[in-house]
Nanobody, 123 residues
Framework: QVQLVESGGGLVQSGGSLRLSCAAS????????MGWFRQAPGKEREFVGTINWRDTYYADSVKGRFTISRDNAKNTVYLQMNSLKPEDTAVYYCAAKTYRTVLLTTARGYDYWGQGTQVTVSS
């Protein structure tokens, strides 16, 4: 069983920045494919970005503004969010696939999920 714990959410003004963290349990984190998703009220969960052992990939809506990185020594993946917009307001979730895969852009591709962290961007 893998546990994922997100942190770093909060309230920020439009144009501001936040960095989310997702700490994962497990001894082979460097092999995990990790993803970030978000869900706004009344909307379906949507893909934000993903990182595997060598690449990253982003949704068009965040490309150029958001950056995913990982620190395998800390078992942690990060989501740096810049130039935030009110439409980025959502609960953000990290997800894990616990072995090496291609980049995964759909929720059903992941086996474990964090509890989510709220990001609110005021206009």
């Amino acid at each position: 069983q893998v546990q994922l714990v997100e942190s770093g959410g909060g309230l920020v003004q439009s144009g501001g920045s936040l960095r989310l963290s997702c700490a994962a349990s497990g001894r082979t984190f460097s092999s995990y494919t990790m993803g970030w998703f978000r869900q706004a009220p009344g909307k379906e969960r949507e893909f934000v970005g993903t990182i595997n052992w060598r690449d990253t990939y982003y949704a068009d809506s965040v490309k150029g503004r958001f950056t995913i990185s990982r620190d395998n020594a800390k078992n942690t993946v990060y989501l740096q969010m810049n130039s935030l917009k009110p439409e980025d307001t959502a609960v953000y979730y990290c997800a894990a696939k616990t072995y090496r895969t291609v980049l995964l852009t759909t929720a059903r591709g992941y086996d474990y999920w964090g509890q989510g962290t709220q990001v609110t961007v005021s206009s």
